[in-house]
């Protein structure tokens, strides 16, 4: 498909990945009217996908105040990112040293570093900030864009994928970290085999608080991480892999990817938990894949 659409990153030309399904979620709270979901694009030079058109930061941050609680919890520690956070900061971070954590929700990240660390969160959830400032976290902002101050790591778990810019946003980062200081961001794949299969239609991108989609070759742009050197990459999976599971998720994709409308027709026959009757609109959108290796994480140093 022909488009003038242009990154909105560098400005250069991109490559359309398809359509975006619509959808009527938004963090967990399903809404009266469909939102959207516009098409994937990725640059052809930074590497930066994105989804046009989206809506105003003023609009997602409305949406986002008024999610349901709960929408981001997490029953356990045991994913992969914080794991591995986790062992970076208490090997490469002094105790004692100002940790902050963008959308750090509960704080449920810093249960393990809480006694060893000075532990800061930037959260926009009002139940959420009460329950992390419960447990000693000291919630300075909600609003990321707004904050000052410096610390020594900085972590974003799944955040810069609701950002407008990315580049923007680690600019932001670089400006608060003391030098030397590390940040750890971990998203999602847009170069792995799942999400490059499915494209648009993948459900990571149908997603719709998901406005921007990152790869590792993204941060492999030295222009994309100005100010930092790149320490670490690792890629993962978001659930263990069981291969039952990965072949049913990996079956149900390729059938909406290949024939959506067996797919539509299904998920008005299969008993689920969703009204499909009354939000018709919802069954576009595609299965889940959490057993791929859709994510990863990385790991950047502030240059001295």
């Given amino acids: 498909m022909k488009s003038d659409v242009k990154c909105i990153n560098c400005d250069s030309a991109v490559q359309d990945l398809g359509r975006i399904p619509s959808t009527q979620i938004f963090a967990g709270r399903i809404l009266d009217k469909l939102i959207e979901g516009g098409r994937l694009y990725k640059c052809k030079k930074c590497h930066l996908g994105f989804r046009y058109p989206r809506l105003s930061k003023r609009k997602l941050d409305d949406l ?66 009460e329950r992390a400032e419960s447990k000693g976290i000291k919630i300075i902002s ?62 990571y991108s149908t997603i719709s608080e998901h406005i921007s989609f990152l790869s590792p070759d993204w941060f492999l742009k030295k222009e994309n991480i100005d100010g930092f050197n790149l320490l670490k990459i690792e890629k993962f999976s978001r659930s263990y892999f069981e291969f039952k599971k990965y072949f049913i998720e990996a079956f149900l994709n390729i059938l ?27 069954k576009a959108v595609g299965p889940s894949w959490g057993s791929a290796n859709d994510h990863f994480i990385v790991m950047l140093q502030k240059n001295e």
Avoid at 256 to 282: A, E, H, R
């Fill in 64 to 129: 986002y105040k008024s999610g349901i609680d709960g929408t981001w919890d997490n029953i356990d520690n045991l994913r992969t990112d914080w794991i591995l956070s986790s062992k970076w900061i208490t090997k490469f971070i002094p105790k004692q040293s100002r940790i902050l954590d963008i959308g750090c929700y509960d704080g449920k990240f810093f249960d393990s570093l809480l006694d060893s660390y000075k532990c800061f969160g930037v959260e926009i959830h009002d139940e959420a900030k």
């Fill in 142 to 203: 909600s609003n990321f864009s707004e904050l000052d101050g410096k610390f020594n790591c900085i972590t974003a778990f799944d955040v810069i994928e609701h950002t407008e810019n990315p580049r923007i946003f680690i600019k932001k980062i670089y400006n608060l970290l003391d030098k030397g200081g590390i940040c750890l961001i971990s998203t999602g794949n847009l170069n792995s085999q799942s999400f490059r299969f499915m494209g648009g239609k993948y459900w």
């Fill in 256 to 282: 909406f990817k290949l024939l959506p409308v067996i797919s539509f027709i299904l998920k008005g026959i299969v008993k689920t938990n969703f009204d499909y009757k009354k939000y018709p609109g919802m």
